[in-house]
C-alpha cells in the first residue's frame, strides 16, 4: 500500500472528472474515510496532503479525533448515528452526513452546544438496505426540523447501489442533484442545502459529473 501513490491517483482523477464536467462544479472536496485503517496510518495518509477525514462509527470516529487533535482537519460523520451516541460526538463533528429521523435530529438539536452541519440523508435508489429518507417525506421532514435551529441542512447525502450501472448511477445522482437545488432556492432558515455528499470509491465519477462537492472514498486510498 503506497498511500502517496493512491492519494495522488485518487486526485488526478477528481481533477479529470471536473475537467469533465466542464466547470459546473468548481470544488469537490475529497473526504478520506479511514474505517479501514487504524490512527497511525491515518496519520501518514494526512502527510499526503488530505484535509477531510470520514469515519462512519463514533468509536472509530473518537479514537481517530484525539490521535489527529493537533492537526488542522475538518472532521466528518458518515455512518448512521444512534441516539443515544449522539452526546459522545456531536460537538466534536464538523459535517454529519447521515441524518434520517427526525428523533435523531431532535436529539442533536438537545444535545449540541452549537450549530452542528448536517447532511440530510436521501434512499433515492429505495434499495431496502440503505438508510435515508424517501423523496416522498422530504416536505413532512423539512416541517418537522423547521423547529430545530441548531441543525443546519447544508445538503443531500445519498448512496448508491454497490452493482449499479454507471446509466443507473447516473440517473441516481442527477435525482439527488435535482432535489439539492429545488431546496437550495427556497431559502429556508438554517436549511442552505448548498453541498451534494456522493460518490465513493467505486462511482465517484459518475457522482462529480452530476454535481457532488463533497466525496467520501476509502478503498481507493487503502488498496
Ligand atoms: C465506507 C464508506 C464510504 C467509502 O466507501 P469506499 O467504497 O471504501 O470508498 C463512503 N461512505 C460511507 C457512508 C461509508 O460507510
Redesign the pocket.
Known amino acids: 500500500m503506497n498511500l502517496q501513490e493512491n492519494k495522488d491517483a485518487v486526485f488526478a482523477a477528481v481533477e479529470q472528472a471536473k475537467e469533465a464536467a466542464q466547470g459546473s462544479q468548481d470544488v469537490v472536496n475529497v473526504i478520506a474515510?479511514t474505517?479501514?485503517v487504524d490512527s497511525s496510518i491515518t496519520k501518514d495518509l494526512v502527510k499526503t496532503g488530505i484535509q477531510h477525514i470520514?469515519e462512519?462509527r463514533v468509536d472509530q470516529f473518537l479514537e481517530k479525533y484525539q490521535a489527529l487533535s493537533n492537526q488542522p482537519l475538518t472532521w466528518h460523520l458518515?455512518?448512521s448515528l444512534q441516539r443515544r451516541k449522539v452526546k459522545d460526538v456531536i460537538n466534536y463533528v464538523d459535517y454529519f452526513?447521515?441524518l434520517d429521523s427526525v428523533k435523531l435530529a431532535q436529539e442533536i438539536q438537545k444535545r449540541a452546544t452549537k450549530s452542528i452541519k448536517c447532511f440530510l440523508q436521501v434512499n433515492i435508489s429505495k434499495e431496502d438496505s440503505k438508510h435515508g429518507f424517501s423523496l416522498e417525506e422530504i416536505e413532512i421532514v423539512l416541517e418537522n426540523l423547521r423547529p430545530l435551529d441548531k441543525i443546519e441542512l447544508v445538503g443531500i447525502m445519498t448512496?448508491a447501489p454497490f452493482e449499479a450501472s454507471s446509466a443507473e448511477l447516473m440517473s441516481i445522482f442527477s435525482k439527488a442533484k435535482d432535489l439539492q437545488e429545488r431546496l437550495a432556492a427556497r431559502n429556508l432558515p438554517h436549511m442552505p442545502f448548498t453541498e451534494l455528499s456522493m460518490g465513493?470509491?467505486?462511482d465517484f465519477v459518475e457522482a462529480i459529473a452530476c454535481g457532488a462537492s463533497f466525496i467520501?472514498?476509502?478503498?481507493?486510498f487503502f488498496k
Open positions: 474515510v474505517k479501514y470520514g462512519n458518515i455512518g452526513h447521515a448512496m465513493m470509491s467505486g467520501r472514498i476509502g478503498t481507493a
